[in-house]
Structure formats: C-alpha cells, structure tokens
C-alpha cells in the first residue's frame, strides 16, 4: 500500500529530476601527418621502454581490429540520452538497428575502403559487423608491423606477455576521417570471465584436470545449507571462539525467496515472454543438458523446448585459447550465467551468444545481438581488470554502447572480482572496463546471509579477506597473519580514469569520492563464493577435443553471478509491468534522489561479521571475514562496493513505471 500510494508522485519526480541529466563519453584523438593519419590514442600506456622485452617474432600471428568513426557522434550520444531520459518525448522509444545504422554507422564506401586496404595488404579478415563500426582481422607481427608504419614488440604487463605497437600506428592519408582506432595491442585479450569459485582448488577442468585427496582439515567447519545452520569453533577472534560456517551454496528457491519474487513467479510472473541475453566466450558444449541434470536435482523446472538457443563459434572457430584461459576456464561463466537467470526467471527464453575470443570476439557477439536486437535485457560477466587499453579502442568499444541505449537495450556489466584492481594494474586503483563505461549499467557484489525461511538477515559489501588457520608445533591452532588477514577477493569498483561523470551520477555520488570521473558500481547483488550459488556441470577435461568429464555441482560467486542475477529480475518487472527498461542508468539514480528507501542501503557492520570455511579439496580452513574490499568501502547511501545499493523488486517496479 506504501509503494502504490507514492507510485505516481514518484513517477513524476522522477522524470522531473531525471530530465536534466546527461552522459560523459570516452574521448578518443588522433594525429595527422602529409602522407599518413597517425593514431597516438592507440597505443597503450603499458607499451613503454620499462616495460618492452624486445621486438616481436616476425611470425607471431595476433589479432588486431579497427574501429570505424560514427557519422554523428554527439547526435548518437544525444540519442542514446534522450531514449534513456524520463519525462522526455523519446524516453524508452528506442530505434530499430537499421534506423540507428543508417543514421550513425559509417558509410558503406568507407567501410568498403577500409576492407579493401586491409584485404590489400594480406591481412586475414575475421568478422565484422552489420553496424559496420570495426573490422577485427589477423596478421604476423611484420605484417602488422609494415602496414601500420610501426613495429610490434613484446611488452611486459599484468604478469602477462603482450604484443603491442612501440610507436603510433598509421595508415596512409587516403583512408583520413574512415578510422578512429587501430587496435594493435593483446590488451582486450586480458578480458576474464568475473566468477569465483568458493573452493577455487577444487574446480575439475582443463587439459591439466586434477583430483585432490584432502588431508584432514584443522577447524571441523562442514558448510551451512542456509545462514547458521552449522557452527565451528575456531582460534579467537573478534572477541569470540565460534563461527557461523560458509554457505554450501543457494538453490534458486532460496534466492527468488531473498529477493521477495518467488510468491511472484509461483503467481506467473516468471520472465515468460521476456529474452536475456548472455555474452561470454566459447560455448560448452553440454550447457543445455547441464542446466536440466541441474534443475532436476533442484526441484525446478527444466528448459522447455525451444527455450535456450545460442549463436556460437564452431570449436574450430576457438582462437587466442591460451591468452583467453581456455574454454574450460569460460565454461563455469557460462553455466553460472545461464543457471542464475534460469533459477530467478525460470520461464524466459536465454539466448547465449558466445566470442570466437576473449577479445574481437566479444565486440563480435555483442553486435549480433544489437545489429538483430535480438533482446533488449543483456548480461556481461566479465571485464578487462583494468582500463588500461588504448583511448581510441576504448571510445570505439564504446560506440557499441551507444548503440545499445539508443536501441532501448540495457547492458548490465559485472564490476569485477578484484577490489580496486590495483594488483592487477601497477598499483594504479581504477575500475575494470567495460563496467566503467557511462552507458552501461555496472553491477557490483554483497555477501547476502539467507536464513531457512528464505529471508535475509545480514548483508555486507562483498570483500573477502582469509586468514589461514594452521596448527602450531604445540598443537593449538593459530592464524596465520594478523586478522582479518589478506585481501581474497571483493567487487570491482573505484573511479574511472578515462570516463567523465556522467550527469545522471552529479548529487548522488559525493562529489569528493567521484572528482569529476564516473564511478562504479551503480547498483549490486549477490556476488560473494562463501554465500554463493550452486551450479552444476559436466567439466572440459580438455581443450582442444572440448570432450567433457562426469557431472558435478560447484559453488561460485562473483560479480558473475550478481549479473545474471539483476538481469533475471528485470526480465520479471518487464514482465509484470509490460514495459522494456532499456538504459536503466537514468532512472535509476533519480529514483534514488528522491525514493532512497527503495534501495537496501548496504552500510558497513556495526561489528565484524565471518565465518569459518574448510576447502573440501585441500582440508585447509580460513576465518573469512567480509567487507574488506581493498580500498574500497561500503557507507550510507552511494559508495564503490555496492553502488546506490542492493535491488529489489521494489525499485525495479518503479524502474519500469519509468516509462510514465
């Protein structure tokens, strides 16, 4: 009765308040000479002299992609705001593909003239798109390296050796204004699925598949199949001897319970005649008898015909497998994707379209979906770590972006496992890309406690710090460093380095916080491996035959999973309300100016909250305590772990009233 009495007072406050924002966007520049168009934006901040390890093999084949200018950049981005703004003519009266592409998509002539210098020079084209915005395409590193007017070196970043440009590429003056970037660099091929499993040693899979016989564990702490249900008596800490145990893992019952919709999807509202997308790299190949072994076992509706479908690669199609971590290691992103939407909305129908790689690959899937507006609710579960690729790849990347929102499609992008990321990136804290993006919405993590009747009774930011408890030469037990212990694992967010704030974020992220820059993430869910999900699964146990091991379950986390998790439940208030979201982001934090109380504010604990876990794989036991993510900190109201705070069904109800 409270939410239906302010239902239409808050509708109109919202487009009100929402109607005078706007978005900040990438900028990208480039440089001309007589002869050649030199590209300086497209070179990595990474490729330096500190960092080089010498020139290239001539014969190291990489993949490199162009992207193409838009025809009417600032009239695509006005589009794109005006489609996602409340209160104003366009909002959620998104375009169709061919509209957008003819009005904004290069020209065919130029796109063609491209085509034809690439195809000239020998270069093997990959895929493009229909939108015509890049081109990806391969090449030794002397091709590349004499076509482009530089050489490509090998350089060392992120634990990684990368191939990159050592100088600006060109091209010859004759394609000037055709291109904006010329990615050269292996940079988006650090792009990782952002899952986590809660016992990351026990995970079978790969071509290196191995068995643990655990040794027996020092802390007898069997998980809990809901919050509290088992105990373990560990050394003290924070003033107390006993523990709750780590979550075994929620089944999709107990999660539609926590988030007030399972009374919903019982009535009907179960995401029938909605579509969720889901874009990943590779396929497995056993991901729809996987999804029905495990529904079965969970008591819940298997895939009706017709209900999954996917656009994939053929596995000789598979490229860059040992930079993109192998088919096995996408294999649980996939499945978690699919059960998590599946589990929330167990009618909507999920197309999976998976990247021929980590990198072009995912551009490639993603405009197979845009360019065929084949759904217009997208899920994203993964990301680069860092935003350390070149400035004219990302402004080009984010032209897909702008795409999508014009179209009335909303992208929901996982912000990453890794805190500030700053371990990833030289020291340097930054959030991952995509999710930094002003044109997406970024999804960050709690750790959610679901008691046996379904209901939540704590919920932290998702940070996870482990200390290891170990059996001293006396016999008693110890921590192994001082609690709460190191950093494990939290949601990815902190403050962009190269996209401006956009308006829609002014007055809700404090501006001593933001700086000038977006901020990440916008909103969060579930995401934590120690109060994760199950899933199940028959392992890749090897990676060039894609031949798969004997069925298993798993628990797994990570922003990954908060994701999907988001997604499913738009598909369920699109559903209820009849409406398309599309960019939420907009609505989203002018439902927060005004109606906060919609959102589950996540503050940090008023005392430390843990518990005791055992790798069953191992036998080695942690005290895990949460809301430890790094630098970053949960507090009242906006803050770069959870956002403007967990959904609920409650906001996304508002969310689609929106459209009013």
């Known amino acids: ?95 169709s593909p061919q509209q957008w592409i003819a009005r904004f998509s290069p020209t065919q002539a130029d796109f063609d003239a491209v085509l034809k210098f690439l195809t000239d020079n020998h270069l093997t084209i990959t895929a493009y798109p229909q939108s015509r915005l890049f081109v990806t395409f391969r090449g030794t590193a002397d091709q590349l390296g004499s076509v482009f007017g530089t050489s490509i070196h090998s350089y060392s970043f992120a634990g990684q050796r990368l191939l990159a440009p050592s100088s600006a590429p060109s091209v010859p003056a004759t394609l000037a204004g055709k291109i904006s970037a010329i990615g050269l660099d292996q940079a988006k091929l650090l792009t990782r699925p952002d899952s986590v499993p809660a016992d990351p040693d026990a995970v079978p899979g790969g071509s290196a598949v191995k068995r643990f016989a655990a040794p027996a564990p020092v802390v007898d702490a069997p998980c809990s199949n809901y919050a509290g249900e088992h105990t373990a008596t560990v050394p003290t800490a924070y003033g107390t001897t006993v523990f709750p145990t780590n979550l075994c893992g929620y089944k999709p019952s ?11 999807v019982s009535k009907g509202i179960n995401g029938s005649g909605q579509t969720v997308a889901i874009i990943d790299a590779y396929a497995s190949p056993t991901i729809e008898q996987d999804v029905n072994t495990w ?100 402004a080009g990347q984010n032209n897909l972006y702008l795409q999508a929102a014009a179209e009335g499609i909303g992208l929901y992008f996982s912000s990453g496992d890794d805190g500030d990321d700053a371990a990833l990136n030289n020291g340097v804290a930054q959030p991952s890309w995509p999710s930094s993006s002003a044109w997406v919405t970024a999804v960050g993590g709690t750790s959610m406690f679901i008691d046996q009747a379904g209901r939540i009774t704590q919920e932290t930011g998702w940070g996870s710090a482990r200390d290891q408890i170990v059996k001293a030469s006396d016999g008693s037990l110890q921590y192994t460093d001082p609690l709460p212990g190191p950093f494990w694992a939290g949601a990815g967010g902190g403050v962009s380095t190269v996209t401006p704030q956009p308006a829609y974020q002014r007055g809700i992220v404090p501006s001593s916080l933001a700086k000038g820059k977006r901020v990440v993430p916008d909103v969060a869910a579930l995401a934590d491996p120690y109060t994760g999900y199950q899933i199940g699964y028959r392992p890749i146990v090897d990676d060039d035959t894609l031949a798969t091991g004997d069925y298993t379950n798993a628990t797994y986390g990570g922003t990954s999973l908060a994701s999907p998790l988001l997604a499913a439940q738009v598909a369920l208030v699109q559903q209820q309300t009849r409406s398309v979201i599309g960019f939420a982001n907009p609505t989203l934090y002018a439902i927060d100016r005004i109606l906060p109380w919609s959102y589950r504010d996540i503050v940090p604990p008023s005392s430390p909250v843990a518990v005791a876990a055992t790798s069953p794989s191992t036998g080695k036991s942690f005290l895990v305590t949460f809301d430890q993510d790094t630098s970053l900190q949960t507090a009242r109201r906006y803050d770069d772990v959870t956002g403007i705070g967990e959904v609920s069904f409650t906001l996304l109800n508002l969310l689609a009233q929106g459209r009013h």
């Open 1 to 95: 009765m409270h939410v239906r009495a302010w239902t239409r007072k808050a509708v109109a406050l919202v487009a009100a308040v929402a109607a005078t924002t706007g978005l900040g966007v990438v900028g990208a520049g480039t440089a001309s000479a007589a002869d050649r168009q030199t590209f300086a934006g497209s070179v990595p901040g990474w490729a330096t002299a500190a960092n080089d390890q010498g020139a290239a093999a001539a014969d190291d084949t990489e993949e490199a992609e162009i992207y193409l200018p838009l025809r009417d950049p600032k009239g695509a981005e006005q589009l794109a705001t005006l489609v996602g703004t409340p209160g104003v003519a366009n909002f959620r009266h998104g375009v």
């Open 254 to 264: 107990q999660v539609r319970s926590a988030y007030g919709v399972q009374s919903l």
């Open 295 to 394: 529904a079965a076992a969970a008591g819940e509706p298997g895939l009706a015909p017709g209900q999954y479908s996917q656009i994939v690669p053929t596995p000789a199609q598979f490229l860059d497998k040992d930079l993109c971590q192998q088919p096995s290691g996408w294999q649980t992103e996939q499945t978690l994707d699919v059960q998590a939407v599946h589990g929330v909305a167990p009618a909507a129908k999920i197309l999976y379209v998976g990247g021929y790689n980590c990198g072009g690959g995912l551009d490639v899937a993603m405009s197979k979906i845009l360019d065929g507006k084949l759904a217009n609710i997208v899920s994203n579960s993964y990301g680069n770590g860092t935003e350390a690729l070149p400035a004219d790849v990302l």
